[in-house]
């Protein structure tokens, strides 16, 4: 089976969408526009972006302000708004017990991805599944660039041949494309149609259950 697998987060193990938006309200609300430019942006594209680069966009000079606002209301409120999606924690289970390494590489801030991966279960803490875990503060450049991907494959020591990225935008396959991992599509995240869509076709998982039988076999 495949040595490693390297996971996406938002829109791949957990459904953060509302408590993104929920936390984009809160950091605009003193704004006159803000909200309203946000929604001018795409809400593709701030999926896409880092807080920080959607901040400069809408906020202008008061972004480190809404920055600051947005990350303690995701903390004290925002968070409880992000699940897990339905069978993934069983799937992080079976691949751990099939022998296959586990890491997060994701353009999401590392204090809110280590708080979802230790709350989001409940009382279960799933940080410690993760051999590695690369966000957004470790790479100057996000995905697509194979950047995070490549950090992550040199932190843990393994190679990228043995290894296969997992995320559910084209952007992630193209990041993991370039680094020279496999990749699979999670089908049930947030862009289902452009993964279904992609070309040369990509390998793409209904659900999380279905990943480990489109994993490649390694050497």
Wanted: negative net charge; proline residues 6%; glycine residues 10%.
């Amino acid at each position: 089976m495949t040595r490693a697998v390297l996971f996406d987060l938002d829109g791949t193990l957990v459904d953060s969408r509302p408590a993104i938006l929920d936390c984009y309200r809160a950091a605009l609300a003193p704004l006159p526009q803000g909200w309203e430019t946000l929604l001018e942006l795409g809400l593709g594209r701030v999926m896409r972006w880092r807080m920080r680069e959607v901040m400069a966009v809408v906020a202008g000079d008061r972004a480190a302000e809404c920055e600051s606002r947005y990350e303690r209301h995701y903390l004290d409120e925002g968070h409880r708004k992000v699940v897990l999606y339905p069978g993934a924690v069983d799937m992080l289970d079976a691949l751990r017990e099939q022998g296959s390494r586990l890491g997060i590489v994701t353009n999401k801030g590392r204090v809110r991805t280590e708080h979802d991966l230790r709350t989001v279960h409940g009382t279960r803490d799933l940080l410690p599944l993760f051999d590695v875990v690369v966000t957004t503060e470790d790479t100057i450049e996000r995905k697509p660039s194979p950047a995070p991907i490549l950090l992550g494959l040199q932190r843990a020591g393994w190679t990228a041949g043995d290894c296969v990225y997992v995320g559910d935008g084209p952007h992630d396959a193209e990041a993991a494309l370039a680094a020279g991992t496999g990749f699979v599509g999670a089908g049930w995240g947030y862009y289902p149609d452009e993964l279904a869509s992609a070309r040369p076709p990509l390998a793409v998982a209904a659900v999380p259950g279905d990943l480990t039988g489109l994993l490649p076999r390694t050497r």
